[in-house]
């Protein structure tokens, strides 16, 4: 059920060992690629540290609405939604 549904909107699924950043590379990158995003909205906005959860809410946010790669021409969450 869940295969038919990765399938029908083109989404590859993909496992991998536990405890093993080096097989996650994709999703090791994205988590660091939201955490400097974060650490650079706080620095830019000179925001106190103990608004690192929004800054990270609101950088996910954010990349989930952008475009990423142009051959769908959507963004994650339309991918999603």
């Given at each position: 059920?869940?295969r ?12 991998s060992?536990a ?7 994709v999703v ?6 939201l ?5 650079t909205?706080?620095?830019y906005?000179q925001a106190?540290?103990?608004l ?5 809410a609101?950088?996910?946010f954010?990349?989930?609405r952008?475009i990423i790669r142009l ?7 339309e991918?999603?939604h």
């Amino acid at each position: 059920m869940l295969r038919d549904y990765y399938e029908e909107v083109g989404i590859s699924h993909e496992t991998s060992v536990a405890r093993s950043p080096q097989q996650n590379g994709v999703v090791e990158r994205r988590n660091r690629t939201l955490i400097e995003a974060a650490r650079t909205m706080l620095i830019y906005a000179q925001a106190p540290l103990f608004l690192w959860a929004e800054a990270v809410a609101t950088a996910c946010f954010t990349q989930n609405r952008s475009i990423i790669r142009l051959r769908h021409g959507k963004t994650l969450y339309e991918l999603m939604h």
